[in-house]
């Protein structure tokens, strides 16, 4: 039996290939993975291998280890260890941080309270007119702080009220409660806690950007920024080709306007002098 001191040899051969994968790819991220049930993670996990993005499940000792292994070829790690807490695994890709976030975040999904929790947020109860029945549940919703009343023989929640503040506990009434409401306060998924892409750090609050948002903006700027150019005139091999078309539009205006006859003209002109002679014809014969 191995002492106590020693490490069995595959424990050191598991450390040793996930640092080699570590090391081996551009982009590491830290995911946490709590809360997610074994046959969802093995579902999204399965999701991500597909996409180019396997996660490396171990024990967190492992991960630190793989980790300070990778270290030295890559300094910028190293404040991913810090990371490393509770429930973790690891993801090696190439790729773009920011989409990988993206693609993390459509793994979480609304999953409902069972009492025991931390509130992620301000957990808010509408004013409503509820499916309950009269009866007990009147008082059990007043108890836990919901603002119930019988109207019309329905059980309302008469205001919107704030039943859970950020942070604070969510109590197995409350969690109880919320569900029957059909408000599911939590969210179960993957969550990426910090990543590395080559050199450069990246915390979750830098990553957290809407991508559609930012390509909507650009795309105004880029339409705005094209406006402007045409509106100067400022030669570019994308402005160059709208230019010309909008340099022989007013050409052409002009011709027609002045009556000056070429093979593009004569056709306007011709119909412009049949018009103002059937209006002529027209004033005559009134």
């Known amino acids: 039996m191995p002492g106590r001191g020693s490490v069995r040899p595959e424990k050191l051969a598991r450390v040793e290939a996930l640092a080699q994968t570590i090391r081996s ?69 190439e790729g773009n941080p920011f989409t990988l976030y993206q693609e993390l975040s459509r793994t979480r999904s609304p999953t409902p309270a069972r009492g025991g929790e931390l509130a992620p947020h301000d957990i808010v109860v509408s004013a409503q007119t509820t499916s309950f029945k009269p009866g007990p549940i009147v008082g059990e919703l007043q108890h836990a702080g919901f603002p119930a009343a019988i109207e019309k023989g329905k059980v309302v929640l008469k205001k919107d009220a704030t039943v859970v503040k950020a942070g604070q506990t969510i109590t197995r009434e409350v969690a109880g409660l919320l569900t029957r409401l059909d408000i599911f306060p939590l969210e179960v998924g993957l969550e990426l806690r910090a990543a590395v892409d080559g050199d450069t750090f990246y915390a979750p609050s830098v990553l957290a950007v809407d991508l559609d948002a930012k390509r909507a903006e650009l795309g105004r700027a880029h ?44 056709a306007p002109i011709l119909a412009k002098a049949l018009a103002q002679a059937r209006a002529l014809q027209h004033l005559e014969g009134a």
Do not use: F, W
């Open 223 to 266: 339409q705005r920024a094209l406006a402007l150019a045409l509106e100067l005139g400022y030669a570019t091999p994308v402005t160059i080709p709208l230019l010309v078309t909008r340099a022989h539009r007013r050409a052409l205006a002009v011709a027609i306007a002045a009556g000056y006859t070429t093979p593009a003209t004569l």
């Open 25 to 93: 790819h551009r982009t590491t991220a830290v995911v946490a993975v709590r809360g997610v049930p074994a046959s969802a993670l093995q579902k999204m996990r399965r999701a991500l291998r597909d996409n180019g993005h396997p996660i490396l499940v171990a024990p967190n000792s492992s991960l630190r280890h793989a980790i300070e292994a990778a270290v030295p070829d890559r300094p910028a790690l190293k404040p991913l260890l810090e990371h490393v807490t509770d429930q973790t695994a690891i993801l090696s890709a």
